[in-house]
């Protein structure tokens, strides 16, 4: 097994060798390298060394925006929050959402939350 210093020293190395690319093709290039240490290792490999090493890397790949969550998909629905949010917990909006428009087209307390963290963090950047 390698020291610590010996690890830091050859990753260097390998960092040199992707310098120039952006993050995305630097992070495919090292996904690639590691796919083909594993397939060709005739040494046994611990278990979860073989789970695709691009998983482990997902969170700094690059992210297209997903669907829009139950209160954004629904603009009665925004506005009726946006009119009634002030001063008020989420509970109690939840409550006079299931009044106004049903259980089943009312969202959950914690998706009424992400949206109002939502809107009062981009009112903030506003600002």
């Known amino acids: 097994m ?3 210093k010996e690890i830091e020293e050859k990753a260097r190395l ?23 240490i ?11 060394l073989k ?23 629904d603009p009665e629905l925004q506005r009726y929050i946006h009119s009634i949010h002030e001063m008020r917990a989420i509970k109690q909006i939840t409550e006079m959402c299931r009044v106004k428009f049903g259980a089943k087209r009312t969202p959950s307390k914690s998706s009424i939350h992400r949206y109002i963290q939502k809107m009062t963090k981009q009112a ?3 600002e």
Do not use: M, W, Y
């Open 124 to 126: 903030q950047q506003g």
């Open 14 to 36: 390998i960092t040199l060798n992707v310098s120039g690319l952006s993050i995305t093709d630097a992070l495919q290039v090292l996904n690639t390298a590691t796919a083909l």
């Open 2 to 4: 390698l020291a610590i």
């Open 51 to 73: 789970k695709p090493f691009i998983s482990s890397l997902a969170n700094f790949l690059p992210r297209h925006a997903g669907r829009l969550c139950s209160v954004e998909s």
């Open 38 to 48: 594993l397939n060709k290792s005739e040494q046994p490999v611990e278990q979860n």
